[in-house]
């Protein structure tokens, strides 16, 4: 995994603004930690940290390739699952190859594909292809978004890179935050909207989607999207397909010429990926996996269970690390830890995130990176299979909103009261929200319940899950350390997409299809265990510190964030130990210490990046 970035402008000699796209690169080091490297012409400025994983002699970047008379060069941040086989078909084809590196396979795959290349792709990614002979750029992203891409157009300048922080960077990037950004942080985050950033004119590279950029201008398009259709399958023909997709994704995403591993809660889904990953493993190196899990000081004694957490993850790991006969490793944080990470995780992200579930991930992996580089998650399963409460939740179903933030009268009144006249939250995640829901496709065969449902996967999908492949993406490149997805794999969201929602929450239950698909290869208690979703802390003392740390910040009325919110409503969310925002600022968990913390962040974002505020 890696950071790039670039400055393209056809019209204009760039050749000698080197130090622009050296600085810009710089800031992605944590991104890329073992390499760098540079390539400057006329009309375009590429850069490049590197993270080696595949082939660490010969994978150096940018790496050109010229062939009659046309120099390509490729910037690539990611991993092909398919390598292999898109290599053989290219020597069929004539091509050579130096290395092993997917990125000699990216590159010459785009000269033999062109702009039809993401078609033959598996994998995560985001790249830039320069064709000096045409000047044009090719810039591309997977299927879901898993590698990022941010760009803006200035002056005849197209600037792109894998974070905001490198393109604020470019000289003739300003520093703004409107309507559109505001009603992005406190209306829908620390989700997002596709395509767009909190910061205005600097947009993100929607998930499926690549541009050209040339003399013309700009040109974007999408090359996937899931397609509606009958399931034909029968209930054993579709468990032995799920079987046999989640196994192939999770062998393809092992390869790696460092050191690998998985991340085990003992829930359903980071099993099925250990288990699979154990048995690929042991079968053709003869080793023991290494897996790791996160926990808390004091976790087990603090513990307070709820109907969305019901139980701590201790005895299902110990459960499945003896089942596995896995190397294990606990990662014990604590609390101040936590609180001391938030900062962290803002610069991370470059946006407010999901607080000290943000940084704790972050300190997490910069454990893990200690035995390993990459490591496998059970990340997105819910999405796809039906594992969220709000899928069976009424109040969720018929919320008509996003499920999983639906508190849109309290986030109205936590903006600041001069802006909360001009901007109306509601009306904003209600274009959103409907914007998103003309994309579904349905049948005529569709069930009312299974409408409703194929509704509430296809945002969550496109809408959460990109919440949590932003966060777990950012949090693991800020150490240098890089997570796969299995899951994620698009062959699997494509057969569970038309999967009926009848069979998919089979006998009533969440991700009912999938347990039942794997009750043979995993123990019962594990298949039957009720979802538990990432663990936060339930330490009291968190509470006190965040509260605290918001308390200090609020005790300068100077602070930047009273220029945005509502002063007097966030000193009665301190006072009520956050009960003054009654429900859930995201997700189920996203409570009263966490939006304090979430509030605290958005201080430290505007102190950092000094955005100029628009309205």
């Not at 390499?35 to 595949?54: E, P, Q, T, V, W």
Request: hydrophobic share 35%; with cysteine.
């Amino acid at each position: 995994m890696c950071g790039i970035a670039g400055v393209v402008n056809c019209k204009k000699d760039i050749s000698n603004d080197y130090y622009i796209i050296r600085n810009m690169t710089k800031t992605l080091s944590k991104r890329g930690p073992d390499d760098d490297g540079l390539y400057f012409s006329k009309h375009a400025n590429l850069g490049h940290r590197r993270l080696s994983i595949i082939d660490l002699e010969n994978g150096k970047q940018p790496m050109s390739c010229r062939i009659d008379e046309v120099t390509y060069t490729i910037v690539y941040n990611g991993q092909l699952y398919n390598t292999e086989e898109i290599r053989e078909v290219l020597k069929e084809n004539g091509f050579k190859f130096k290395g092993h590196s997917d990125t000699e396979v990216l590159l010459k795959a785009y000269i033999f594909y062109e702009k039809d290349v993401c078609k033959y792709l598996n994998g995560i990614f985001s790249f830039a292809i320069w064709n000096d002979k045409k000047g044009e750029i090719f810039i591309a992203r997977d299927h879901f978004g898993i590698k990022p891409l941010y760009y803006t157009i200035t002056d005849d300048n197209l600037i792109f890179a894998s974070e905001v922080k490198a393109i604020l960077e470019h000289p003739l990037v300003e520093t703004v935050i409107d309507k559109t950004g505001i009603a992005e942080l406190f209306g829908v985050g620390p989700s997002h909207s596709p395509g767009v950033s909190p910061f205005k004119n600097i947009k993100e590279l929607e998930p499926a989607h690549f541009l050209v950029f040339n003399d013309d201008g700009l040109k974007k398009e999408i090359y996937w999207k899931l397609e509606t259709k009958e399931h034909k399958d029968d209930l054993k023909t579709t468990c032995e397909k799920i079987r046999y997709l989640i196994k192939d994704s999770t062998e393809r995403q092992l390869v790696s010429d460092v050191p690998i591993g998985t991340l085990l809660s003992g829930g359903l889904d980071s099993s099925i990926i250990s288990k699979y990953a154990s048995d690929y493993y042991k079968e053709k190196y003869g080793k023991k996996l290494e897996t790791f899990s996160v926990d808390y000081v004091d976790q087990d004694k603090n513990f307070v269970k709820n109907d969305f957490q019901p139980n701590t993850d201790n005895y299902y790991i110990d459960l499945m690390v003896k089942e596995l006969d896995t190397n294990h490793h606990k990662i014990i944080l604590d609390t101040p830890e936590l609180v001391k990470g938030l900062e962290d995780a803002v610069i991370a992200r470059d946006f407010p995130g999901m607080a000290d579930v943000d940084s704790s991930y972050l300190l997490f992996f910069k454990e893990v990176k200690k035995d390993i580089t990459v490591a496998l998650s059970g990340e997105c399963s819910d999405e796809i299979f039906g594992g969220y409460p709000w899928y069976f939740r009424e109040d969720a179903t018929k919320s008509n909103t996003f499920p999983w933030s639906i508190a849109l009268d309290e986030r109205q009144e936590l903006l600041h009261p001069d802006i909360s006249e001009e901007l109306c939250i509601k009306a904003y995640v209600k274009e959103k929200y409907e914007e998103e829901l003309s994309k579904v496709e349905y049948l005529d065969s569709d069930t009312e319940n299974n409408k409703l449902h194929r509704k509430l996967i296809y945002l969550t999908s496109n809408w959460f899950m990109q919440t949590l492949l932003d966060r777990t993406d950012r949090m693991c490149m800020y150490n240098g350390f890089e997570v796969r997805v299995p899951f994620c794999d698009y062959r699997i969201v494509e057969y569970a997409w038309n999967i009926p929602w009848e069979m998919k929450a089979y006998k009533g239950r969440e991700k009912g299809l999938l347990r039942y698909a794997m009750q043979d290869i995993l123990p019962e208690e594990i298949i039957y265990r009720k979802k538990s979703p990432y663990p936060k802390t339930h330490n009291p003392n968190y509470l006190q510190i965040v509260k605290t740390k918001l308390s200090k910040i609020m005790e300068n009325k100077y602070a930047p964030i009273n220029k945005l919110l509502n002063r007097n409503y966030i000193l009665d969310i301190i006072k009520t130990d956050g009960k003054a925002f009654t429900r859930p600022w995201f997700g189920q968990l996203m409570t009263g210490p966490q939006l304090m913390a979430y509030l605290c962040q958005v201080n430290m974002w505007l102190e950092r990046y000094e955005p100029k505020i628009e309205i």
